[in-house]
């Protein structure tokens, strides 16, 4: 049976529906020792700025159940080198380029975004949704008006189509999604990670040198796909979901809920080796049940 | 380089003494490429478990295939680790880090505590390569059982500190150095953060080159996520800060290239 | 060593911190046969409206990473039921008794809490939160005025000490925990399930009937501790901390968060006797701590 | 009822046939309160897997201390379940839930699939109790492999029906009984609902007494969460509702009282 996995994003299209979440990939060199990158539907690159940034101090990670806690705090290198440096790494893969971007501010974030105008990219997320750093987006991405006007600025430069990142620490994810679909945005994701926290009842401190940090994996899996699901009832724009997705079976209630495209996070780090068997469990899924294009699923179940 | 997954079969554990386990482990792929200094990322069964635990190795057999690990049930997944027996098997992914870069000078091989065990293979390919006895002097600080102190007496000379005086010289390596007068051109160390510092410290008074073993919490392992940096004394090329990455930079960094 | 294990719950004294979550304990009665009541500071019951509800169609309920969901739709037997058996029931042992109120509008809540007013209970526990029914309280526990002018008007005719019960599905916790502390509350517990869903790939539909369910369990812990700890920064009011406890040390996690008390609550199910163990376990910290005093470790981490 | 937690010692398992294996347990508490149509919960032990798994006395040995569980594999749980052996231990709690109330009537005891094996005991309890096989009807559907077939013959007469033909009468449990013209006071009964919905009509047809055993996804076990209702026909005491709980009512009920 020949089946068809390749989706498309925004006018992108991606040749599964199978990409990283950004800050669990590097931008893949750490990756491309062991995996084939070109099996990967796209590569999400680790947030960057306009200028290096130096993140939170350790502990910056921790352990939870099902999940794990982060506040890495968006430590960068900086656009400059990563135009120089990661970009041309990843041309030399066939695979789609998601540049991740963050920013202290409206300003910083069309930094990087006209900077990344000329390079050979082929889509941009806007991260307005990390919990960890206080300037970091926390603002953008917990209030309708401020998404809808980063959106709205972000979309006045770039060149390449603009996927909004949302949060999951809001009341109303759809009230979210509607706002940045309403600015122009090309495509949304989700879920960022949920804030958090942990305490080292021994000594009586916190586990985080940050005090909270993003939970993420396994744990939150029904609340992005329940995230993901309420936002394809509201919004027509195409969806890049992510949240926990450990193996195919996963990232398929992902696709089911109304996702596009996945993400594959945490697992990395569970399993190195996760991404690329998520792309091939799901080809092995469609044969499984005869299906044979998966734009058939996005979305399957109301 | 290149990196490893296996379905390590366990081919024998033992205790050492209360809560310190010995592993071996047949992972061939790894055993193949790895080197002193270099950890892996051992793996839970249990799935609320996600993240691999970093252990060093403390013996490589290349011939046999084998890795063995030298760990302190610390939590969980030790915990688990410890009740592995010969023929179940383990999820391992490695060899891990940048190890140990080894000199021909007359070197000082310092561990304390739990920072023991991966000295042992450093002593070893010390010895391997052709240095002598004389010049692989080895100062262990430990609480008060002296796990790994025989094996280590085949490469060289074995000075001993603990903190309650039961062996050797009662108090840190730093006593245990004095105390026994020794100097030398290198230091390959690993312990806790106190006593890395210490011997930073030291080395910098003697000019000579120190290597310290670090420990940082790690998701990724792999120099990915940037979740196990240290701080650097200069901007690091990586990362265009001054963090480097332990998993990936290190664990084994020059004393003087790095904030303890 | 003489250590004090009890604590203050708006003027109500609990021999020790630990009760057990709406919901997952019934009235006590199923658990009675294998447990001490009397080993624990308090039972809080099912959530009792003011007229018997049917609760949702199966399946309630879903097993996820660490967690679970459920959609039980607050089935209950109303009120005069629960006055004439649980009550009686409970009054049997000696542990405080803590009433879980539900109601699909104001007057319902009130028709409860009336009703309630010369009955033997020590505390009620309002649901503002509940996320699985339409009517069944999400208005009231996702908007601050809301939350407010139902603490208001529950205030006006309840003869216990008001607990108000807050939802996680919010953008900020402590503007929800201000506003019922604004209107007279007397304690706050938190938190209520996280929204999720999740999707059966197989037969392609909802695991649940109701489509989403609220997330509870270990999963959901760090959230919950990371809320605790935000409310007791935010206000003066006694807090009980429930989440995902399975364990003394989860517990002492809520407790060193700022905690006066915590629940246990689907950690029930995966072994019926947890709570009692919770309750020993903490002891049994305190004396390895040399903590003469439970109060002492109440809000220690900041 | 009392109720126990038990660290149950595997005594043995085998595989009856594909997916299908059988399993004894050493619980002694649990065995000495048990009776027919009556469960345990059995759980994981990995910490992701929370909820216990609800599963049929095939088999309940007060003077041994055991009891034995027959279970198809259906996902993460019971494929656990399947690795245990001899030696192992398992956490079992029960017994739970309302088991088969027997009457002294000619009975007729009918199984489809998995709902088969907690009829064996059911079977085993009319015989012990003095009903003559005659008056034991044993009547069980299956896909294909007629497993705990054999077991059944001890008791009573044993007519079966299978999806594929390839052995007895070609279709269900109620095209068995009309090709082999049985008839009875009682049945007793677990399966799948489209069967119990078949037997509940095909009762109240005939006018006799129906006993159905009923699944449900169960969170407590215990009747406290609520999670595992079915319908009832009459409001019901308990839940002052038409809801009536599986684990706790249930899991036998009889089929007038309950909408399936
Ligand atoms: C490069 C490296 C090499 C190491 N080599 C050894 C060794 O040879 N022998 C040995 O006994 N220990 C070693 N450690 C420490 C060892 O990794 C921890 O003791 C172990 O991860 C604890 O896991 P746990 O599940 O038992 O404890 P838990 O506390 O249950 O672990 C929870 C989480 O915290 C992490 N964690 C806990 N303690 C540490 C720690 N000290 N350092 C880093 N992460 C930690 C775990 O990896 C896990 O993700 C090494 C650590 C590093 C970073
Ligand atoms: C009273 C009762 C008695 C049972 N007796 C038997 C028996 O004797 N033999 C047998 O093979 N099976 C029996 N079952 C069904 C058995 O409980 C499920 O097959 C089993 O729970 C599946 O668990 P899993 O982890 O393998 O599957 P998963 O799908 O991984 O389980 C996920 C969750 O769903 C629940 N679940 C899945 N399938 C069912 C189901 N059919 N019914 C209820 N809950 C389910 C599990 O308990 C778990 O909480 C019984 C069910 C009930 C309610
Ligand atoms: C260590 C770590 C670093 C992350 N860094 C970023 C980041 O730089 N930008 C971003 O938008 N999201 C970041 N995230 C969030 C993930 O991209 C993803 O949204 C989230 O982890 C949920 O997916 P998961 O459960 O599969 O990990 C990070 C997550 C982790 C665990
Ligand atoms: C099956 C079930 C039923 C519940 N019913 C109620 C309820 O009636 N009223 C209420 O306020 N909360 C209810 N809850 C929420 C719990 O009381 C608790 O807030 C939540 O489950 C988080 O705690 P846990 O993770 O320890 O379960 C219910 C939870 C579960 C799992
Ligand atoms: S653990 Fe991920 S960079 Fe070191
Ligand atoms: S499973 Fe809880 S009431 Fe039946």
Known sequence: MSINTSVNIA??????????????????????????LEKLGAVTTK??????WAGN?????AETPSGMLNAIGLQNPGIDVFCERDIPFLKNFDTKIIVNVC?????????????????????????ISCPNVKEGGIAFGQKPEAAYDITKEVKKYAKQPVIMKLSPNVTDITEMARAVEDAGADAVSLINTITGMKIDINRRTFALANKTGGLSGPAIRPVAVRMVYQVAQAVKLPIIGMGGITCAEDALEFILAGATAVAVGTANFADPFTAVRVAQGIEEYMIRQGVKDINELIGAVR | MAKFQEMGEVISQVCLCPGIFDLTIKAPQIAAEAGCGQ?????????????????????????????????RVAGYGTDEFSRLAAGDSVRVFGPLGTGFFLSDKKAMIIGGGIGVPPLLETAAALSRRGMRRENIQIVLGYRNECFLKDEFEQFGTVYIATEDGSTGVKGTVIDAINANRLSADVIY????????????????????????????????????????????????????????????????????????
């Open chain 2, 189 to 260: 160390s690993c312990g806790p953060a106190p006593m890395l510092r210490a011997l930073k410290a030291y080395s910098e008074e003697k000019g000579i080159t120190c290597y310290v073993s670090m420990e940082q919490r790690m998701a990724c392992g792999i120099g990915a996520c940037l979740a196990c940096v240290c701080n650097s004394t200069e901007k690091d090329g990586h990362s265009q800060v001054n963090n480097k990455r332990v998993c990936a930079d290190g664990p084994v960094f020059n004393a003087k290239d790095i904030v303890i």
């Open chain 1, 11 to 36: 006018g992108v299209t991606l040749k599964n529906p199978v990409t990283v979440c950004s800050g669990t990939f590097g931008s893949g060199m750490e990756f491309v020792e062991f995996t084939d």
């Open chain 1, 47 to 52: 947030g960057v700025a306009s200028v290096p």
């Open chain 1, 57 to 61: 101090p350790v502990p910056r990670i």
């Open chain 1, 103 to 127: 920013g202290h501010s409206t300003e910083e974030y069309v930094d990087v975004v006209k900077r990344l105008a000329d390079q050979p990219v082929d889509l941009l997320e806007i991260n």
């Open chain 2, 39 to 71: 950890f892996v990322a051992v793996y839970s069964k249990d799935a609320a478990h996600l993240l691999p635990r970093p252990i060093s190795l403390c013996r490589i057999n290349r011939q046999a295939g084998t890795i063995r690990l030298v760990y």
